[in-house]
């Protein structure tokens, strides 16, 4: 799970995108059903990041991505 600077976009111009800019690592995939939760690594400056993405490292690609919105 990655939280990025880039944009969500849809279909296969997702695909690559998110590696291309600034991105901070949450960790590994939990599972592929449920609510899940990361913790933000400390010092993490979160300015700038739009984005969280399912980030496969094997294949360089996202497997789905949401933007990322203050919770209130």
């Known amino acids: 799970m ?3 600077d880039r944009p969500v976009r ?4 997702a695909w690559r995108v ?6 901070v690592e949450l960790g590994r ?3 592929n059903r449920g609510d899940q939760a990361y913790r933000i690594p ?3 400056d979160l300015t700038g990041l739009t984005s969280v993405s399912v980030w496969c ?3 360089a ?7 990322l919105e203050a919770v209130r």
């Open 42 to 44: 400390a010092g993490t």
């Open 29 to 31: 995939l939990k599972g």
């Open 18 to 23: 998110f590696d291309d800019g600034r991105w």
């Open 2 to 4: 990655w939280l990025t």
């Open 61 to 67: 690609v996202s497997f789905g991505a949401a933007p």
């Open 57 to 59: 490292k094997r294949f």
């Open 10 to 13: 849809t279909g296969v111009a």
